[in-house]
């Protein structure tokens, strides 16, 4: 009864094995399944990317930008250095202010959550 | 929204956390984008008295605020029912704290700029205190728009000899989109708002003219718009500010830029008027947008050609020489229709688009009388008698042009 078995399922599983190989073996399945999440992650990460890229054009088309000036050639290469380094600290204060207000809203919805009263102010 | 007030001498400070729902990006009430780029700022009033009403606080800090709330809105001390109401039937918003009395109070201000718009109401009311807003820096942003002398305009409001009282603050650099301004248009009034104890305030005028009020204009939809959420009675705003017994008036908001350039020039302030925001103690720039887009209008009202060095082809021309619609683009009209030689300026190519004439444009130089009727009182007879006397009405056609207006 038992060899039966064994017999059986070993001609089963020879069966089988020259079933899979005439199509795709099992790694191959796996690989392809694996493959395919990667794709599918890309695709996502792809979305999200021209997701923000369509609100960034939104608000752009929403708020008509004035097309910055024609750079006009510095006759001093060092105010055009000192210009572009207060343009973008400017920038990078801009984003820091942000930055901090959001930071002051979670710890509000923490201290809410955890029932501590938030300091306004 | 949270919101706290603290005064500091003549200097008050506002100071706001945003709620969970709350974002650093919204929408001013004409739909335009804003962005918030920093959560406090203050007003100089420059005049030590009694602590204003918490109503005029509230209304003060959500002419800032409004634009990043979504639901509620948290002040640090007690409202009148009267502006919590305002704020859940106008805005959909829970404001409170609830308990205190409504105010009142009787006299007229004026929000004067210096323009022509706010010198024509200076010409109605001669009795009139005015406020005066200045912009001065914020201490936690560059500025880097040092173009625009503040500083200039407040000397020439000085220069007026009438009763002044100059709000300085830095709230237009609150917002880091589009460019630093009122996060609302209503954020010009704060200094009315913050004296309107002080000085007895029971309304305060502006400048809004029938091209803001009733034509869609500035950066709203360019047509006929009654239920104008801005500036109409039944808006957004108008209930918020009776609410603190500060009614808006909008004395010229039945005439247009052309009446009011002729009111201004007939004042006894004429010679101080200025619309321009780059130029010095010697005068305006000539060379900015503002400058040419009035320059029409007063070359059309006086009757002449128009002098500008700036040519089609100038960043500031750029504007007309696309097809229509314009901004304030009745006014456009206006000028095209009367000027001399309009085909050798840099509004040649408008003018072809508009095909504008002295006809299809002379409403504009009457009063369209229901925003007589809208004035609150008690302005509303001194408005209409000024209009009937000084303007004249417009005639039943005349008021279904403007209700038929679309600027296309």
């Known amino acids: ?82 210009h572009r380094l ?25 201290s809410a959550r955890v029932g501590a009263p938030g300091r306004a102010g | 929204m949270r919101v706290r ?75 009148s029912a009267g502006l919590a109401e305002a704020f859940r039937t106008a805005w959909g918003v829970d404001a409170g704290p609830v308990g205190a009395d409504a105010r009142r109070g009787t006299r007229l201000a004026i929000s004067y700029s210096g323009g022509a718009d706010s010198m024509a109401v200076a010409a109605m009311f001669p009795d009139a205190p005015f406020v005066h807003f200045q912009r001065v820096s914020h201490p936690r942003v560059p500025n880097r728009w040092t173009h625009y002398r503040s500083d200039v305009l407040a000397q020439l409001a000085r220069q007026t000899g009438r009763e002044l009282h100059i709000a300085q603050s830095d709230l237009e650099f609150l917002l880091s989109r ?31 003219e029938i091209g803001s009020r009733w034509l869609g204009s500035d950066r709203y939809v360019n047509r006929y718009t009654p239920d104008n959420p801005m500036w109409a009675p039944q808006g957004k705003w108008a209930p918020l500010y009776a609410a603190a017994g500060l009614p808006l008036v909008l004395p010229v908001g039945g005439v247009s ?25 010697s005068g305006p720039c000539r060379k900015c947008g503002k400058c040419l887009r009035k320059e029409l209008i007063l070359a059309a009202v006086e009757g002449r050609p128009i002098t500008t060095t700036l040519t089609a082809r100038s960043v500031p021309a750029r504007a007309w020489q696309q097809p229509p619609p314009y901004s304030g683009q009745e006014t456009i009209e206006y000028g095209c229709a009367r000027v001399p030689g309009i085909e050798d300026t840099p509004f040649a190519k408008a003018a072809e688009y508009l095909k504008a004439t002295v006809e299809s444009t002379r409403w504009m130089d009457r009063c369209y009388p229901p925003s007589i009727d809208e004035t609150p009182e008690p302005w509303r007879e001194r408005v209409g008698a000024y209009m009937r006397e000084q303007v004249g009405l417009m005639t039943a056609d005349e008021q279904r042009q403007v209700e038929a207006w679309a600027a296309i």
């Open chain 1, 86 to 110: 207060a343009t973008e600290t400017a920038a990078a204060v801009d984003t820091l202010l942000q930055n901090e207000m959001r930071i002051w809203q979670a710890i509000d919805d923490l």
């Open chain 2, 257 to 281: 830029e052309p009446v009011t350039m002729r009111m201004a020039l007939g004042s006894d302030l004429a010679h101080l008027v200025r619309w321009c925001l780059r130029g010095d103690a």
């Open chain 2, 178 to 208: 589009p460019r630093p301004g009122f996060p609302e248009h209503h954020a010009v009034t704060v200094g009315a708002l913050l004296l309107a104890d002080d000085l007895d305030l029971g309304g305060v005028a502006l400048g809004y």
């Open chain 1, 1 to 82: 009864m038992r060899l039966r078995v064994l017999g059986l399922s070993r001609l089963r599983r020879a069966l089988l094995s020259r079933l899979d190989s005439r199509y795709v073996t099992k790694p191959d399945h796996r690989q392809d399944l694996k493959d395919a999440i990667w794709e599918v992650q890309m695709l996502r990460r792809e979305v999200v990317g021209l997701r923000e890229e369509v609100d960034r054009l939104r608000r752009i088309s929403t708020a008509p930008v004035k097309p910055a000036a024609a750079p006009t050639p510095a006759a001093d290469p060092k105010a055009a250095e000192a």
């Open chain 2, 5 to 79: 007030w603290t005064r500091d001498a003549d200097v008050w400070r506002l100071v706001f956390r945003l709620d969970p729902e709350d974002e650093t990006t919204g929408a001013c009430t004409d739909g335009h984008p804003v962005e918030l780029r920093t959560n406090s700022c203050h007003v100089r009033t420059g005049d030590a008295g009694a602590s204003p009403h918490p109503d005029l606080l509230a209304v003060a800090a959500w002419t800032v605020v409004a634009p990043w709330t979504r639901r509620r809105v948290t002040f640090d001390r007690p409202i």
